[in-house]
Every structure is written in C-alpha cells, then in structure tokens.
T-cell receptor, first 115, second 111 residues
C-alpha cells in the first residue's frame, strides 16, 4: 500500500488562485520531505526540501514567496502555489523517506492546470 | 558533463525481447542508486535499488560500475506491461536524502 499520500490529485483553477497541496507520510515520521515539479517530457526537478519545524530549503530559481511550504508535523508537509498563473501548470510530486540510504517514496502527484 | 545522463529512447522492442539501459553519473559522491519506473502521467515508483554486487529481481537485473560511474538495468522476457519510462536515480551520502534524477528512458514493448 501507499506510504506517502498526496492530495489533491488534480486541480483546475483560474489564474490568480492560490492552491494548497498536501503530502502525508502514512506509516512513518518524516522530518524531511521533498517537493518536485515535472513538466511534460522532462525529468523531476527538485523545488525545495521541507524540514519539520524549520524553514524549507529552496533550490536555485524557485521563488520561496511563490511556493510556500509548511511542515508543521512529522507526517504532513504542504505546498501552496500562491497566485498561480498558467506557467505554473505542472505535475507536482512530493516524496518522503530516504533515511539510511533507503529509497524515497513518492506521493501520487498533483496535476495542476491553471486556466 | 551533465550530472546524470540517460538515453531518452524510445526503445521499441517486441514482447519477449531482452533490453538494457545504462545511466552514467558524474558525482563520485553518489552512494545510493535506484531505478524507478514512471508510467505516463503518474508518479515514479521504485523498481529496484542497485547494489555494488549487482542484484536481480525476477526478470530485472541491476548492476553498478563505480569505476566507470554508471548503472544498468536489464529486462528479460519483456512484457507489454513493462512499457514505461525508466528513471535512474542517485542519492548522495553524508546524511543527504536529496535525489538526482535522470530524464528517463522510454520503453515501448510491442506485441
């Protein structure tokens, strides 16, 4: 069964709307979670590392004020795309795990379409 | 040199064929290696980890060559359901959980 749950799986909304995506670890506590973005026919690109109880670490070129990350508990991280525009349309995926050289597990992904 | 290089394909093979993918990496600090499978419009799913001694899981065999800095995936007796994009993934050690992804190799198994 799934060990990482992501919600919602599909969002279609108007330009200017803010969208919140949730990522939950189901069977374990995750002090660190990761947020990726994948454009069509491209690889996953790490956006940010979400750290429980502290600020997220953003990759170069990712606007922290645009993509707000909150990791308030050991099982939940949220990504909020603020004032989304059509160019933000993408497939957003979270992952958790990876301690002790174990593989990470991915959420189902959220397909975001901004009209 | 790119951090991860992977032939994008597509590899079009008939059912029952054997197909192999390679993936090279430039970061010698990479310590953990994985193959993930991603179906169209879906999230990546772990296919198998890659161990130094090589490892096999049914029809799938993974190998690691640290000296030449590449990993490989061999699929025997291809099934239609093997059609997907295969991502090579590396994780650096020293407590970092950050993964580096290849762009993926697309495999289409044809009846």
């Amino acid at each position: 069964g799934a060990v990482v749950s992501q919600h919602p799986s599909w969002v279609i909304c108007k330009s200017g709307t803010s969208v919140k995506i949730e990522c939950r670890s189901l069977d374990f506590q995750a002090t660190t979670m990761f947020w990726y973005r994948q454009f069509p026919k491209q690889s996953l690109m790490l956006m940010a590392t979400s750290n429980e109880g502290s600020k997220a670490t953003y990759e170069q070129g990712v606007e922290k004020d645009k993509f707000l990350i909150n990791h308030a508990s050991l099982t939940l991280s949220t990504l909020t795309v603020t004032s989304a525009h059509p160019e933000d349309s993408s497939f957003y995926i979270c992952s958790a795990g990876g301690q002790h050289n174990q593989p990470q597990h991915f959420g189902d992904g959220t397909r975001l379409s901004i009209l | 040199r790119k951090e991860v290089e992977q032939d994008p394909g597509p590899f079009n093979v008939p059912e029952g064929a054997t197909v192999a993918f390679n993936c090279t990496y430039s970061n010698s600090a990479s310590q953990s290696f994985f193959w993930y499978r991603q179906d169209c419009r879906k999230e990546p799913k772990l296919l198998m980890s890659v161990y130094s001694s090589g490892n096999e899981d049914g029809r799938f065999t993974a190998q690691l060559n640290r000296a030449s800095q590449y990993i490989s995936l061999l699929i025997r007796d291809s099934k239609l359901s093997d059609s997907a994009t295969y991502l090579c993934v590396f994780q650096s050690g020293a407590g970092s959980y950050q993964l580096t992804f290849g762009k993926g190799t697309k495999l289409s198994v044809i009846p």
